[in-house]
């Protein structure tokens, strides 16, 4: 994916790429830290072309990164929020060298969800993803109080109506081989929209993982609480079918 090059302060780029302050930055630049194309440099706010001027920290080189796209495996107890007074948030997970301002994550899970979040500071992209017209798949595995049977493949794939009057856009339900085993495709992304759905068929979830968004799987080797950064060509695989 190609990445247009930016004229930035040098203080602007520190501060964005770090996740520090403006002050943080001008205070390594102050202690002589911070080099740009081998020199050391001196001006808060000299210029720096992206993708052209190297710039390091105590020799480390600082990759540009415009926005940052983050793979999260979302444990239980969490909470999709970027501040929450009760309980830990996602974000509070994102190591320290993946944190930037203004991350948030695209798209919620329950609390007692597990599974992929999409974690970004790129607001232009989240609003394409979670907009119903681009229809980003998601998709869910999930475990039932009781067997499922043929007639959920129906009921999901005619668009069911739950609560009595909120209709439901088409969906798919692949049942396995255990039928309280099964996996939920949606194509929008309602108030606990899986677990209504299974209850109004007289059924309840007992267990939830989101596994997929779009055509970008969950990484099966990120243990719970994780998190990887996307890369660049990973993120059209969620405008994949």
């Known amino acids: 994916m190609y990445i247009k090059p930016e004229t930035l302060r040098l203080d602007r780029y520190l501060s964005a790429q770090l996740g520090i302050s403006r002050n943080d930055a001008k205070e390594l630049i102050k202690k002589r830290q ?25 020799g480390n080189e600082i990759n540009y990164r415009k926005y940052v796209y ?16 009760l309980s830990p948030t996602v974000l509070e ?27 970004t500071d790129d607001g232009e992209l989240a609003h394409k993803m979670l907009s119903p017209r681009s229809h980003v798949d998601k998709i869910y595995y999930a475990e039932l109080d009781r067997e499922a049977d043929e007639s959920y493949i129906e009921r999901f794939e005619e668009g069911m109506t739950i609560d009595g009057d909120e209709k439901c856009l088409p969906a798919k339900i692949e049942l396995l081989p255990d039928r309280k085993k099964v996996y939920i495709t949606l194509h929008e992304g309602k108030y606990h929209q899986v677990k209504r759905m299974i209850h109004a068929l007289g059924n309840e979830v007992v267990y939830l993982k989101r596994v997929q968004i779009g055509g970008l799987p969950l990484d099966e080797t990120l243990p719970l609480g994780s998190c990887r950064e996307i890369m660049h060509k990973e993120i059209e695989k969620i405008y994949t079918k």
């Open 93 to 119: 997970l994102i190591p320290q060298e993946l944190r930037r301002k203004g991350l948030f994550p695209a798209g919620r899970l329950d609390k007692d969800t597990e599974g992929f979040v999409f974690i």
């Open 70 to 85: 983050i793979m999260l495996n979302k444990p239980a107890g969490t909470v999709c929020a970027v501040k929450d007074e």
């Open 34 to 58: 911070v080099t740009v194309n081998g020199e050391i440099a001196k001006l808060y706010d000299m210029k720096i072309v992206t993708g052209s001027d190297i710039v390091s920290v105590n």
